[in-house]
């Protein structure tokens, strides 16, 4: 399997979330060799099928981009580990669009997104590592079910999460810290906070436990 260790997508400013996909530069890095091409598809789609590289996305990256990017990777047949955190201005990804993408195998999210929404990674068989910033203010049900190789959950700031229940009762939890431990929590049918909303709320508030 040919791997490179760095493919990275270096992203015009679009304005805002609603424009449109662009990508003038990827350069594609494998050790002291790299290449320039002027499309993100074209540069997925030279690489032989199974192979893995990592993305790296920079700039002003609008919700249509993502969208773009998300439905490359799904039809590239290469697999991704995607890092968005160096993005700027993307606090909201509207709907869903890596569930059931097969070809994601990490992710890590910009650092002001303030939500994941529900079933944003369901289906995705074949993710292994999420990194979740502490700007993440509220996580939807079924966000990672059904990610049977889902092996690291990491949150940046673990503390302060809640379980939202009916009626909009929060119940605390602090078994977070550990991110080898919390797929379990999230992927498998049993798990206690797949069909959860979690959300964070301020220690000034009081929480309701019962």
């Known amino acids: 399997m040919r791997k490179f260790s760095r493919l990275v997508i270096m992203l015009s400013h679009e304005g805002n979330e609603n424009s ?3 990508a003038p530069v990827v350069e594609m890095t494998n050790g002291d060799n790299s290449v320039q091409v002027s ?6 789609h030279m690489l032989p099928p199974g192979s893995e590289v990592s993305v790296v996305a920079n700039g002003t990256v609008g919700n249509i981009t993502v969208h ?15 890092d ?3 993005v700027q201005e993307l606090s909201r990804v ?3 669009p890596f569930k059931d993408n097969p070809n994601l195998i990490s992710m890590n999210f910009p650092n002001n997104l303030l939500s994941i929404n529900p ?8 993710l292994e590592h999420v990194s979740i910033p502490a700007t993440v203010q ?13 092996a690291v959950l990491e949150f940046s700031d673990p503390s302060g999460w809640h379980i939202e229940k009916e009626g909009g009762v929060l119940e605390e939890i602090s078994n977070l810290t550990n991110a080898e431990d919390n797929p379990y929590r999230f992927t498998l049918p049993s ?10 709320k301020s220690e000034n508030e009081a929480v309701d436990k019962t």
């Open 138 to 150: 509220k996580i939807g049900t079924q966000a990672f079910a059904g990610c049977e190789k889902l």
């Open 39 to 44: 499309d993100f598809g074209r540069a997925l």
């Open 20 to 22: 449109g996909f662009s």
């Open 94 to 96: 509207f709907d869903s």
């Open 68 to 82: 773009n990017i998300a439905r490359v990777i799904r039809e590239s047949g290469i697999f991704v580990s995607l």
């Open 191 to 200: 798990s206690p906070y797949r069909n959860c909303v979690l959300c964070k």
């Open 119 to 126: 079933q944003a990674f369901a289906g995705c068989k074949n």
């Open 84 to 86: 968005l955190s160096s």
